[in-house]
Nanobody
């Protein structure tokens, strides 16, 4: 069982930046694909980005391309989601997830089996 923990959610103003972190207190993320999803109230869970562990392949949803950057620091056992130029449509609970493999299977939530508890991102002026 892989336990994932997200952190870094906060209230920010439009145009500001935020960095989310995903770590696993009792498990190494070094050989796992990690994806970020988000879910706003009344909406379906949406895939944001994923990063493979074997070759570093990265995918982004069109809605965040050019604004969000996913990265991993294996020495810190952490995967980050840097979010710049936050927009009013970005607020949601952000989750990190893995399917237990090394390669990104895409940004479909049903492909992932292990999820964190989520961290709240709010964008408001």
């Amino acid at each position: 069982q892989v336990q994932l923990v997200e952190s870094g959610g906060a209230l920010v103003q439009p145009g500001e930046s935020l960095r989310l972190s995903c770590t696993a207190p009792a498990f190494s993320l070094e050989y796992l694909v990690i994806a970020w999803f988000r879910q706003a109230p009344g909406k379906e869970r949406e895939g944001v980005s994923c990063i493979s562990s074997n070759d570093g392949t990265i995918y982004y949803a069109d809605s965040v391309k050019g604004r969000f950057t996913i990265s991993r620091d294996d020495a810190k056992n952490t995967v980050y989601l840097q979010m710049n130029s936050l927009k009013p449509e970005d607020p949601a609970i952000y989750y990190c997830a893995t399917d237990g493999s090394v390669s990104c299977p895409g940004l479909y939530s049903r492909a992932y089996h292990y999820w964190g508890q989520g961290t709240q991102v709010t964008v408001s002026s």
